[in-house]
């Protein structure tokens, strides 16, 4: 069926464009026919990918190649032991990549599960239960509360029908329906209050309409069309690693080939070249880096999910850290999704009231305060009525602990709901009441009379009208008033002064009911055209879904890092505004966009207003995977957090995307990277902490790594170069890439983040691993190891000792280097910087690979083997001065500067306090 704005037709036009009868329904005949023509009422998933596929597309990464190259290397060494934990790491990496990508696979399967499994539709003349797949185009469906709407539908008729669309808009709040043709083209989802949406649940009332979209042709299936289509992005340490990895292969090779070449050109022999080559080049290449990496993700991993912080796909983890935007939902993220009554307006006076959500505890304060209302015969009435004209109930979970962990769920509407909670904190209960009162006759809610009534009869016989409400209407149906403890006539004047306060709390986004009643003689016969005339005014309540306590402290823990905090909700923009200034969202020069607003902007012009915008309200899912990309277009690293299924998609196109795991939908979680165990906001500052201490942990030892390997390097070149005789011989060099890259590496893993991690700016999306400074401290190090290890080497041999000691002597002085210069990298300062004990698995990873060093020179069969020799204690004070030579001498000038600032801080001091 041609796309068309259907809330725009009146009930006729639509009933033309559909070719349907609204009392007969379609007849069978014409389902099938048009079920050939549109096809099922199902939502298509595209071309699945096989699991083998996504089995075999883990290997073809580069750096996995590199790895098996260096397993065949490793083979043709002898080195089987090396040759087999290289596999082990091709193989693990492949299966946890395989696992992530198939579980994002299932994303559009969970989207699938959200549809109606069944439908109530007119066909034949007859009304009937059919598979909700069978639905076609024109259809005529019954629908009514506890259903899942089945289809798009057009509404042609409402009886007080609420439907709740968070999932699809991020309205906080169910939507009352009705069949009012509607007269502003290019509205958003919220606000087309005479449509239903595919996959949204009916909460109250019932109604009636015409199919006018099914399967893919649904705003669901829109949905699921943007999820098939939006490509998950490569994450910065994945690029980054990649880059790196091909990078360091090249140079790795090409210094390894020109140590060779040299070698032989010297006259060395070229077999043992060859040998002593190819070790450089397994050592060179750093094929445990993938591997470490992923302990140090997953070692990151188990940190956050004590932080209730769950991971889904590992590289993404260190994404958080470089976040420079987090788009975050308003509705249960910011908010805790629960209708919260916090102003009572009664007898002329401002009531306050506190407590959390559904929990029926809390007081009643007038002008700072506390007063037992219940003792207060106009406040308890006033409470009354507005429990006894509800359908909502509050209960307690029976598995929740009592005390301030109770936990208090409610079925129904939120907003009477709030009702029936606000009556609880001042002890009214609704089961006592119901108890005491019976219902006799209701008028249920609907959008022309924006009010509802229940005539109810006490167990003493007295009878009256309980009415809640728009304000306006029962103060338009009102003759009286309670007013300052006593019943009076409702003069113009009184009638001003709350039509003032209604516009007062709803400006400050309270969503406002009025209450109201009427007494009935109990002979009296009740007549519907004048039940809710000649009320008696009680009262205004106002209510908000109130954003969550500690969120507040998180964003400005955000700010303070540098993160700007953006908030995208289906809801009303006065609503959004007033949150988003409460939990310091929205500064004073901020700007607020709606969806109306992006619908008429420009590309051009939403990109140039995008920096300053800190606020979308009323906005579709199009829009939020739109602002995610022009967000990531301007250069942003962009964390997208949601629960519905209308935020999938942008969560899916997110550099990283967050879920709720309590309130969250399948679909949502799934196109997820991390979910929020905890469904709160404040998680994710607590994210972010370990994401940047993750990223720094990985820079560390990759400084580590890198700087060892290329002292390795230098050392062999070196000397080919002064025709020295190799300073190691290849089965060392392999032994020093096994044992000193190892443990210590995956030890700076577990490495705990620096006190001012969350002070410091994000760093760029683009930013090189070898950023500041990382590059040149790795250079450095790597040549004065080098020089250090030669140089011990030069003077053994000059003193007259064997080629094998001079080659021990070395070997020992390059671990003992590489062992001491693991405790510099764990600060971007200086070694003296940080405790060096503070981290006791680097200590226990050191002293590990020290009696490894041990047993290979005291041990007799290994000395056989790695061709050493026992060494004394005067050539281990040598081995450790020379080792200790590079990372000292690399301090210097680090703590000089520190020494000489520090002076000068005082100096100013004492000359501020003179």
Not at 52 to 81: C, P
Not at 104 to 112: M, N, P, V
Not at 704 to 729: R, T
Request: with cysteine; charged share 20%.
């Amino acid at each position: 069926m041609t796309q068309k704005f259907w809330y725009l037709l009146s009930e006729n036009e639509v009933v033309r464009e559909t070719r349907t009868d609204l009392l007969r329904g379609l007849s069978s005949e014409e389902v099938r026919n048009r079920q050939a023509e549109y096809g099922r009422n199902n939502l298509s998933e595209g071309e699945r990918i096989s699991p083998l596929t996504i089995l075999l597309n883990q290997f073809k990464d580069f750096m996995v190649l590199v790895l098996l190259a260096a397993t065949l290397i490793s083979g043709l060494l002898g080195e089987y032991t090396d040759a087999i934990a290289i596999i082990a790491i091709v193989m693990i990496n492949g299966v946890l990549g395989f696992y992530q990508e198939y579980r994002a696979e299932k994303s559009l399967h969970a989207l699938k599960e959200l549809t109606a499994p069944t439908a109530t539709v007119m066909r034949d003349g007859l009304q009937m239960k059919v598979p909700a797949s069978d639905l076609v185009p024109g259809d005529v469906v019954l629908i009514e509360s506890g259903d899942r709407v089945p289809a798009d539908i057009r509404i042609i008729d409402a009886q007080g029908l609420h439907v709740e669309e968070s999932a699809l808009t991020g309205e906080s709040v169910p939507v009352l329906k009705g069949s009012k043709a509607l007269d502003e083209e290019e509205i958003t989802l919220g606000d087309q209050n005479n449509m239903a949406f595919m996959g949204t649940l009916v909460v109250q009332g019932s109604g009636k309409g015409i199919v006018i979209g099914t399967g893919m042709h649904t705003e669901m299936g829109k949905i699921a069309h943007l999820l098939a289509n939006t490509d998950s992005i490569q994450t910065p340490l994945q690029y980054r690693l990649e880059q790196m990895g091909k990078v360091l292969i090249v140079v790795a090779l090409l210094l390894t080939a020109l140590v060779v070449i040299t070698g032989i050109w010297h006259g060395q022999n070229g077999y043992y070249m060859f040998l002593a080559g190819v070790s450089l080049a397994v050592a060179a290449i750093p094929e445990g880096l993938p591997a470490i990496v992923t302990i140090a993700l997953a070692l990151g991993v188990q940190r956050m999910i004590k932080r209730r912080a769950i991971v889904r796909k590992l590289p993404s983890v260190e994404t958080l850290g470089c976040a420079t935007v987090i788009c975050t939902d308003k509705t249960g993220t910011l908010t805790q999704n629960k209708m919260t009554v916090t102003h009572f307006y009664i007898n002329g006076e401002d009531w306050e009231v506190s407590g959390n959500g559904y929990n029926p505890h809390g007081n009643f304060s007038k002008k700072g305060k506390i007063y037992d209302v219940a003792k207060l015969p106009s406040i308890r009435s006033a409470l009354e009525i507005g429990v006894l004209c509800n359908h909502a109930e509050l209960s307690l979970d029976d598995t929740s602990k009592k005390g301030k962990n109770e936990n208090w769920m409610i079925s129904g509407d939120p907003t009477e709901a709030a009702l029936v909670v606000l009556a609880a904190k001042a002890g009214i209960w609704k089961n006592e009441l119901q108890r005491k009162w019976k219902i006799e006759r209701e008028l249920p809610f609907d959008s022309k009379r924006k009010m509802m009534s229940a005539l109810v009869k006490s167990d003493q016989g007295k009878r009256i009208i309980a009415v809640k409400g728009a304000p306006e209407v029962l103060l338009a149906k009102a003759e009286k008033i309670l007013w300052q403890e006593r019943i009076l006539p409702l003069s113009p004047q009184i009638r001003e002064q709350i039509l003032l306060k209604n516009n007062q709390l709803a400006g400050n986004a309270l969503r406002v009911i009025a209450l109201a009643y009427k007494e009935i003689p109990e002979t009296a016969k009740i007549d519907e055209s004048n039940m809710e005339e000649g009320l008696t005014f009680m009262g205004l309540v106002g209510m908000i879904d109130p954003p969550r306590e500690e969120v507040k402290e998180a964003i400005r823990a955000c700010k303070e890092a540098g993160i700007k905090v953006i908030m995208i909700t289906g809801d009303h923009i006065l609503t959004a505004e007033t949150i988003a200034k409460r939990l310091g969202i929205l500064p004073q020069d901020g700007l607020t966009v709606s969806g109306t607003d992006l619908y008429n902007m420009t590309n051009e012009e939403f990109l140039e207003k995008i920096e300053q915008v800190y606020v979308y309200a009323r906005v579709s899912p199009e829009h939020k995977l739109q602002i995610v990309q022009a967000l990531q277009n301007k250069g942003h690293v962009v964390a997208m957090t949601g629960d519905g299924v209308n935020d999938a998609p942008a969560i899916k196109a997110a550099n990283i995307g967050v879920s709720m795991g309590i309130a969250g939908t399948d679909v949502s979680k799934e196109a997820s990277s991390l979910v929020l165990a905890d469904d709160n906001f404040s998680t994710i500052s607590a994210a972010i902490e370990e994401g940047r201490s993750i990223y720094d942990n990985i820079r560390k030892f990759i400084r580590y790594l890198l700087a060892s390997n290329v002292g390795e390097i230098l050392v062999m070149f070196f000397a080919m170069l002064l025709a020295l005789p190799l300073p190691l011989i290849p089965i060392q060099i392999l032994w020093v890439n096994l044992v000193t890259d190892g443990l210590p590496a995956m030890a700076l893993g577990l490495d705990r983040p620096e006190r001012d991690t969350m002070k410091q700016p994000p760093r760029k999306a683009k930013e090189s691993l070898f950023a500041r400074g990382l590059g040149w401290k790795i250079i450095s190090r790597g040549v004065l190891i080098g020089l250090a290890t030669l140089g011990i080497f030069m003077l053994t041999l000059k003193s007259g000792t064997s080629l094998q000691t001079a080659q021990t002597m070395a070997f020992s002085t390059l671990v003992m280097a590489q062992l001491i210069h693991v405790f510099d990298c764990r600060s971007e300062k200086s070694i003296f910087h940080r405790n060096p004990f503070q981290n006791k698995y680097l200590v226990s990873a050191v002293l590990s690979s020290i009696l490894l060093l041990l047993g290979v020179i005291y041990w007799e069969p290994a000395q056989a083997i790695f061709k050493t020799t026992p060494l004394n204690i005067i050539q281990w004070l040598s081995i450790l001065l020379f080792a200790a030579i590079p990372t000292f001498l690399a301090g210097m000038p680090r703590i000089f500067y520190e020494l000489l600032y520090t002076r000068i801080k005082r100096k100013s001091s004492l000359k501020v306090q003179r």
